[in-house]
């Protein structure tokens, strides 16, 4: 009876040691990213529009609005809102921001999410007219306000 269960015992002690050396499995792409959250706030902003030299500075506050995300910026006293998601850049890729906007002129902005020194998000992005006909993007980069200044309630 000792060889058997020997038979037995060696595979399923082999199959528990491989499960316990494996590497961890990470999420599947449909759990939803921690960028949702992390993102939101209030920041300034410094941009360069598509095609040229010039600069800009604003202000920003992104929100969260169901499945969305919702971009308020605020540059030369213009307002405009715009919305967006957290997805994929590629299947298996890293999570960015992206963001379309303009009904007679389609336009897109797409953002890769970093952490300042104080663990609050910094985005930097690249936008401009949909498919990208630009020569170079519009640029924006986002500075969390947090850091700064106590958020007012």
């Known amino acids: 009876m000792k060889p058997t269960f020997q038979r037995r015992t060696l595979p399923a002690a082999l199959l ?4 316990l050396l494996a590497p961890p499995v990470f999420a599947a792409d449909d759990d939803e990213s921690p960028l949702w959250d992390f993102v939101r706030g209030r920041y300034t902003l ?3 529009h598509p095609d040229s030299q010039a600069t800009y500075t604003g202000t920003a506050k992104i929100e969260r609005v169901g499945k969305q995300l919702r971009l308020t910026r605020v540059i030369g006293g213009r307002q405009e809102r715009i919305v967006g998601e957290v997805r994929r850049a590629d299947p298996g890729e890293a999570w960015v921001l992206a963001f379309k906007w303009g009904q007679r002129q389609p336009m897109e902005m797409v ?3 970093g952490s300042d020194l104080d663990n609050y998000a910094r985005l930097t992005c690249h936008w401009g007219k949909a498919r990208n006909p630009h020569t170079q993007p519009g640029m924006e980069a986002y500075f969390a306000q947090e850091p700064w200044d106590p958020v007012k309630p």
């Open 16 to 19: 528990a040691l491989a499960c």
């Open 46 to 48: 410094i941009g360069r």
């Open 111 to 113: 953002c890769l999410v």
